[in-house]
């Protein structure tokens, strides 16, 4: 038994020896990627200096750093541009400015040339780290994907990949580990950290009977959780899903500018090729100087800083949004969240809890609260139906412990009957009330409660009604403010629910919805979508279930809740609440109308900047160098812009 263990500890060491090497590996990899291409460019620009002070002593020598510096500098923007013009038989700004290097050095004009190819190799590497920095947020998910889990099989502890762990497993979460998969607290208590799939910056307590999620971080307490999902579809996985499918996609503008930029590129090499011939055969212009000019105008010309002007600003934005638990599918979504006008939100689950309280006891003939809700609890006890099961929470509440009634049984559709203290009991729809029993306070006290728009039950023995229970769907706490601050944006607010009217109006009325559409069946709301996408033109909508489906995948823009919604709603959706806090889709509208500003700003500056650079050349004539910084310190500016939406803030 004793060798048993130890080879068991032996491989477990060597286990987790591989895994720490295999992370070192990758970490070096990593840090090549994102700091590499800024090294070079460095690089090129510390040859270039040296070349420059060799210049007026060994020529030849100043001449062989130049060309080190194009190669040191250029070779990751010459390998993206020939990649592009092979591949996909296309140019793209890459090529444009090594040609414009290439050309200047042709000429004797070598330090210009140099000095292109660091300045263009500098903004790259900025843009690049940049980009890695807007998604870091989101990708960095990818590292807190545990790898394995403690198995507690026959009484004994397992280290193994989470790939092993079925539903029903036991696994063992020591402080400070990472849970390895969705599951349910079975014993123990501890606080964990889920700020990665729900946002929330404060830890929850967790207690047996709670759920717990994969990749959440354990606190100082020891957690027994029985799996719940397999590791591919736990709620961590999905994540990493969507984020893949957020970095791919790219909006409709940025796709629009990759076609801009492949006919722009083709313009303006072939007007560069005009320049260098024209000129000296009509204009009598020497050769190398309309060369020169011609190369000016190759660099001032090229839409860099039109090509960054959007991927920037909506990683930064998808970035921000992760954030705060708004998972965005990719960019398109965020770009047209910004031109929503209305928004339509599913009822149960969404703007309530989906989970029914009692919220009125109304007793009569000799009873009290406490009596009716004893009696009732107990009638209820052997019901799974979602109001017996808040009728008995009411009880618990209050410190009443049901009893076992007898001669249980079920009256279909209408409710239930059982002996409790000898005596026949009854609890159901207040339909079951004959109509010389349902008579004033009684009467009176059911019609006002039925026009709050909640589910009344009433409770009865054999001299009529003995009590009245409300039961009502619990409004989220944060909706009444969601919806307001929809409508201070100067969105529409419109409820789609299956759910009867009078309690539709209700709830509506209690939060300021705009318009509601009640008794509706999946098909319906697909309808109401289609007849509210021609009234406003994009709208959004909220849900958390399998029948919002349709509807999420109909509108301009779908929306699920992350922790409640189902499968089909998440995978439909297009934007995903992590935390489900609907408060945060205001926010979102927000985050796309500025990122649409900023976008606006980035390309009306770009243009302006090309613009003006351009005029500069064939008016007064300007030096390669100071083209470069013109045209290079535009994409910087505009990349830095689109920055500022990392730094973006909840609204009031």
Not at 573 to 581: F, G, K, R, S, Y
Request: aromatic share 6%; glycine share 10%.
């Amino acid at each position: 038994m004793s060798q048993a263990i130890h080879s068991m500890k032996g491989q477990e060491h060597s286990e987790r020896g591989e895994l720490r090497q295999h992370r070192a590996e990758g970490a070096a990899a990593g840090w090549l990627s994102r700091y590499g291409e800024g090294m070079a460019a460095l690089g090129s620009g510390l040859i270039l200096a040296v070349a420059y002070m060799l210049e007026q002593t060994s020529y030849p020598w100043a001449v062989a750093l130049y060309i080190t510096a194009f190669a040191v500098g250029g070779f990751a923007k010459a390998k993206e541009g020939i990649s592009t013009l092979v591949r996909e038989r296309d140019l793209d700004v890459n090529l444009l400015m090594i040609v414009a290097a290439i050309g200047a050095a042709s000429i004797g004009y070598w330090t210009e040339g140099a000095v292109l190819i660091f300045i263009f190799s500098l903004s790259g590497a900025l843009e690049t780290y940049t980009m890695d920095r807007s998604s870091r947020d989101i990708s960095s998910l990818m590292d807190q994907k545990p790898e394995t889990g403690t198995l507690i099989r026959d009484g004994i502890e397992r280290i193994v990949p989470i790939e092993e762990l079925t539903a029903g497993d036991l696994v063992l979460v020591k402080p400070g580990e990472r849970i390895p998969s969705d599951g349910v607290v079975t014993e123990g208590a501890s606080d964990v950290n889920q700020a990665s799939i729900t946002g929330e910056s404060i830890p929850v307590d967790k207690t047996p009977g709670d759920v717990v999620y994969a990749g959440t971080l354990n606190g100082e307490g020891a957690l027994y959780v029985e799996v719940g999902q397999t590791s591919e579809s736990t709620l961590f996985a999905k994540i990493i899903r969507l984020v893949q499918e957020a970095q791919s996609e790219k909006p409709a503008s940025q796709r629009f500018m990759e076609r801009f930029e492949r006919i722009y590129a083709r313009a303006i090499l072939l007007v560069s090729a005009l320049l260098i011939a024209v000129p000296p055969l009509v204009l009598q212009v020497a050769w190398e100087q309309a060369f020169y000019k011609a190369m000016v105008f190759l660099v001032v010309a090229s839409p860099c800083a039109l090509v960054a002007s959007i991927m920037p600003a909506m990683l930064s934005a998808i970035s921000s949004g992760a954030r705060k638990g708004v998972l965005f599918k990719g960019g398109a979504h965020l770009e047209n969240l910004a031109n929503v006008k209305a928004v339509a939100f599913d009822k149960t689950g969404t703007l309530t809890q989906g989970r029914p309280v009692v919220t009125d006891i109304a007793a009569f003939q000799h009873y009290d609260e406490n009596d009716a809700l004893f009696i009732a609890a107990s009638l209820e006890s052997f019901s799974g139906h979602p109001l017996a099961k808040a009728i008995v929470s009411a009880a618990q509440e209050r410190g009443l412990t049901p009893e076992r009634p007898s001669d249980f049984g079920a009256l279909t559709g209408r409710g239930i009957q059982a002996k409790l203290g000898g005596e026949l009991w009854t609890i159901g729809k207040a339909s079951m009330l004959r109509e010389h029993e349902r008579f004033g306070r009684i009467a009176e006290t059911i019609d006002r409660l039925e026009g709050e728009g909640k589910t009344v039950s009433v409770l009865m023995n054999g001299q009529g009604a003995a009590a009245v229970f409300a039961l009502r769907d619990q409004i989220r706490p944060e909706a009444a403010r969601a919806i307001a601050r929809l409508k201070k944006l100067g969105v529409q607010t419109v409820m789609l629910t299956g759910d009867q009217g009078q309690t539709a109006r209700a709830i509506a009325d209690e939060l300021g919805i705009d318009r509601v559409y009640a008794d509706l069946l999946p098909e319906d709301k697909v309808t109401r979508i289609k007849e509210l996408k021609d009234e406003y033109g994009t709208v959004a909508m909220v849900g958390d279930g399998v029948n919002d489906a349709p509807a999420l995948a109909t509108a301009g823009v779908g929306i699920a809740m992350g922790a409640a919604g189902s499968d089909a709603a998440l995978e439909t959706a297009d934007v995903v609440l992590m935390n489900d806090d609907i408060g945060r889709i205001a926010d979102a509208i927000v985050l796309g109308k500025q990122a649409k500003t900023v976008i606006k700003q980035n390309m009306t500056f770009a243009l302006s900047v090309i613009v003006l650079l351009i005029v500069a050349n064939f008016t007064q004539g300007i030096a390669l160098p100071l083209g470069v910084v013109g045209h290079e310190g535009s994409t910087i500016l505009v990349i830095l812009n689109g920055l500022r939406l990392l730094g973006y803030r909840a609204i009031d």
